[in-house]
Each structure stands twice: as structure tokens, then as C-alpha cells.
């Protein structure tokens, strides 16, 4: 059984051909758009935000693996 994902280049969000995502996969899909959403401030270290954009950013590539995912423990940034 093969899962084919195609990307949207436009909204950049995941699309699952031929069955519902799950909530594991929502969550995923979220959590890729927050850190692309988020891309541009990476390169700007004199932003007064830098460090906390960037310690969000890590949450966010922490949170799959972490107790409770994806119901529980959804990032935020401060």
C-alpha cells in the first residue's frame, strides 16, 4: 500500500491522496506551516524577537516527539 503526498507550493500544506489525515498528520501539517511562516526572521539576528522566534522554532521541531503529541504540549510562541 503506497501513500502518495503531494505538496502545494502555494499554501505549503500537505495533502494525503485517497484518505483522510489523521490527527498526527494535521498536527504535522501545522507545525510545517508555523516553521515556514516563521523562515524569514532565521536570518534577521538583530530582530528584538530573534532568540524566542528561534527557541518557538525548536518546540516546533520538538513537539512530534514529545508526550501527549499532537493533543498536548502544542508550541506557542512567548
Same mark, same amino acid.
Given at each position: 500500500? +503506497?501513500?502518495? +503526498?503531494?505538496?502545494?507550493?502555494? +499554501?505549503?500544506?500537505?495533502?494525503?491522496?485517497?484518505?483522510?489525515?489523521?490527527?498526527?498528520?494535521?498536527?504535522?501539517?501545522?507545525?510545517?506551516?508555523?516553521?515556514?511562516?516563521?523562515?524569514?526572521?532565521?536570518?534577521?539576528?538583530?530582530?528584538?524577537?530573534?532568540?524566542?522566534?528561534?527557541?518557538?522554532?525548536?518546540?516546533?521541531?520538538?513537539?512530534?516527539?514529545?508526550?501527549?503529541?499532537?493533543?498536548?504540549?502544542?508550541?506557542?510562541?512567548?
Amino acid at each position: 500500500d +503506497t501513500m502518495i +503526498t503531494l505538496m502545494n507550493t502555494d +499554501t505549503h500544506k500537505m495533502e494525503t491522496a485517497g484518505r483522510l489525515k489523521n490527527e498526527s498528520e494535521k498536527a504535522i501539517e501545522w507545525r510545517n506551516s508555523e516553521l515556514y511562516a516563521t523562515d524569514w526572521i532565521v536570518p534577521i539576528a538583530d530582530h528584538p524577537q530573534h532568540s524566542d522566534y528561534l527557541l518557538y522554532r525548536q518546540d516546533l521541531r520538538d513537539w512530534p516527539q514529545s508526550a501527549g503529541f499532537p493533543a498536548e504540549n502544542k508550541p506557542a510562541l512567548d
